[in-house]
């Protein structure tokens, strides 16, 4: 049974960091691509960041290039997600998702399968 966990969400001032992890259970983590998407109040879930399998290649949303880093650690299952200089805007609840493939990481949320039960990013300003 594949498990993804999202955990480092919280309340932050306008400006500030924070770092969400991602701990896979269930699969063979070095196969999958992996993604965090997130989805605002009203709003529809949308791609933020992508890794694939071996973490040499990584994609943003316009949205956050230049202040997001996605990262990953297959020794550890993990998928993480560095957000510096945040913004109001960027307040969601914050899902870690994955797709098995060694090919570029899809962008839509209907090409995950797994999904974690994500974690609420508040940016007061």
């Known amino acids: 049974q594949v498990q993804l966990v999202e955990s480092g969400g919280g309340l932050v001032q306008a400006g500030g960091s924070l770092r969400l992890s991602c701990t896979a259970s269930?699969?063979?983590?070095?196969?999958?691509?992996m993604a965090w998407f997130r989805q605002a109040p009203g709003k529809e879930r949308e791609f933020v960041a992508a890794?694939?399998?071996?973490?040499?290649?990584?994609a943003y949303a316009d949205s956050v290039k230049g202040r997001f880093t996605i990262s990953r650690d297959n020794a550890k299952n993990t998928v993480y997600l560095q957000m510096n200089s945040l913004k109001p805007e960027d307040t969601a609840d914050y899902y870690c998702?994955?797709?098995?493939?060694?090919?570029?990481?899809?962008?839509?949320?209907?090409?995950?399968?797994?999904w974690g039960q994500g974690t609420q990013v508040t940016v007061s300003s």
């Open positions: 998702t994955a797709r098995p493939t060694r090919s570029v990481p899809p962008r839509g949320p209907r090409e995950y399968a797994y």
């Open positions: 269930g699969l063979t983590f070095n196969m999958f691509a």
């Open positions: 890794i694939n399998y071996g973490g040499g290649s990584t």
